[in-house]
Nanobody, 123 residues
Framework: QVQFVESGGGSVPPGGSLRLSCVAS????????IGWFRQAPGKEREGVAC????????NYADSVKGRFTISRDNAKATVYLQMDNLKPEDTGVYYC????????????????WGKGTLVTVSS
């Protein structure tokens, strides 16, 4: 069972940027397709971005395309989410998880949910 530790969340005004990091407890090279999901207050978890095992392919939710960029450094067992031009609707707890997410985002198909990191976008 792999464990992920997310960090980098915070409070920013609309239009601001944050970079989230997710460190895995074991090497993630070749093994895991990894996604970022988020959960806003009172809402269900939704997929945001997904990266393939080598980092060359990515899948993004329509709501974040052009604003968020997912990347990974397998040597460091770390996945990143660069978030630019943040909007209030991006507020939520962000989780890093592994599973199938390169075609569609289904929270129940993802594994090993951690504690997440809170992102708040507010003026």
């Amino acid at each position: 069972q792999v464990q992920f530790v997310e960090s980098g969340g915070g409070s920013v005004p609309p239009g601001g940027s944050l970079r989230l990091s997710c460190v895995a407890s074991e090497r993630i090279t070749h093994y895991y397709t990894i996604g970022w999901f988020r959960q806003a207050p009172g809402k269900e978890r939704e997929g945001v971005a997904c990266t393939g095992t080598n980092g060359f392919r990515a899948n993004y939710a329509d709501s974040v395309k052009g604003r968020f960029t997912i990347s990974r450094d397998n040597a460091k067992a770390t996945v990143y989410l660069q978030m630019d031009n943040l909007k209030p609707e991006d507020t939520g707890v962000y989780y890093c998880v592994w599973g199938s997410c390169m075609e569609v985002f289904i929270a129940d198909a993802m594994n090993d949910w951690g504690k997440g990191t809170l992102v708040t976008v507010s003026s």
